[in-house]
């Protein structure tokens, strides 16, 4: 995931002559890791600095839809990856988040093409991955109050609209400003450290996690309250 603000959004990726979208992934040597497997795929896509969290298993008998030897031979360029990917597989689904800024994306292991869609934008999605990345969203929800998700989506320095916003995409729904700018200054997980102006020439003030604060509040799960 990464979040362009206010979006929350998800990397997806595309074979040549279909029109489906399908989120990054690869197979597992027999020799390698899980884990080791999930960043060796993701360095394909140009994905490097990220943060990973493993959510779970899918492996419904039929998730896989079956591709004919018609598609194979009309995209014989793929036609090997395509009659790969035709068969059963188990996945081992992990989500990673990162500063979507400062990714440069490539191609993947498996597609011609990387790119980013809003994560409310899942029409196009292939097999059963929109079911994949609605379950993951699910999971952000818990896992935005006690693991550092807004710090890895966020930039090192953001505005409180910002900020907001994140908690808005993740959490699916509007957030009071006041209410929500009294709670996080009081928790004391963000110092304030420049100003700018916005688009309008009003002041801005930029902000930036205070990391033993953040991490700290974590820990003790701390309830959002807004």
């Known amino acids: 995931f990464g979040y362009d603000h206010p979006h929350l959004k998800v990397l997806v990726q595309s074979i040549p002559g279909y029109d489906f979208l399908m989120l990054p992934g690869g197979y597992i040597k027999c020799e390698e890791n899980v884990e080791d497997a ?21 492996g419904d008998a039929f998730r896989i839809p ?16 395509l009659r790969w990917a035709s068969r059963r597989f188990i996945t081992v689904v992990y989500y990673g988040l990162v ?4 990714i440069r994306l490539d191609k993947g292991a498996i597609s011609s093409e990387s790119t980013w869609i809003d994560v409310n934008k899942l029409e196009n999605m292939g097999v059963d991955h929109a ?14 109050q006690n693991h550092p998700v807004a710090s890895r989506l966020l930039p090192e320095s953001f505005t409180f609209n910002e900020l907001r ?3 808005e995409a993740i959490l699916n729904r509007n957030i ?26 009003r002041p801005s003030h930029l902000f930036r996690f205070n990391e033993e604060l953040y991490l700290k509040s ?9």
């Open 131 to 144: 079911s994949i990345i609605l379950e993951t969203r699910k999971m952000l929800l818990t896992e935005l």
């Open 165 to 167: 916003g994140l908690y």
């Open 99 to 102: 500063k979507y800024n400062q």
């Open 38 to 58: 999930v960043y060796r795929n993701l360095k394909l896509s140009g994905i490097d600095d990220v943060f990973l969290r493993q959510i779970g298993t899918f």
């Open 176 to 201: 009071d400003r006041g209410t929500f700018r009294r709670k996080i200054l009081k928790q004391g997980i963000v110092e304030q450290i420049d100003t700018r102006k916005d688009a309008l020439g």
């Open 66 to 81: 079956g591709l004919s030897e018609i598609a194979y031979k009309e995209n014989s360029k793929y036609g090997d990856i």
């Open 218 to 226: 974590l820990s003790e799960e701390t309830k959002f309250g807004f």
